[in-house]
């Protein structure tokens, strides 16, 4: 079992930035794959970026050059670094993750509980 605890989300102003965190524990060799959804009120879940243990990135187009994602595999935590933030970036952040690629990216595997991000225009 893997657990997830999100943090770093709050309240910032259109154009500011934030740095969000993911850290596991449990079974940490059960992960290669770590992402960031959201989840805006009344939309969908959305995926916004994931990583594997190598460093290889996917962003949704949405963030692209603004956010960037990266990992530091000794403290199993994932990171996202939102730079030039928008109001309609405005939503509860969820980390996942688990040790196969296409189920992170396809929105499967273990999940935190969420960080709040609030964006002020």
């Known amino acids: 079992q893997v657990q997830l605890v999100e943090s770093g989300g709050g309240l910032v102003q259109a154009g500011g930035s934030l740095r969000l965190s993911c850290a596991a524990s449990g079974s940490p060799f059960s992960i290669n794959a770590m992402g960031w959804y959201r989840q805006a009120p009344g939309k969908q879940h959305e995926f916004v970026a994931a990583?594997?243990?190598?460093?290889?990135?996917k962003y949704a187009d949405s963030v692209k050059g603004r956010f960037t994602i990266s990992r530091d595999n000794a403290k199993n935590t994932v990171y996202l670094q939102m730079n030039s933030l928008k109001p309609e970036d405005t939503a509860v952040y969820y980390c996942n993750a688990d040790k196969s690629w296409l189920t992170v990216v396809g929105g499967g595997g273990y999940w935190g509980r969420g960080t709040q991000v609030t964006v002020s225009s």
């Open positions: 990583i594997t243990s190598g460093g290889s990135t």
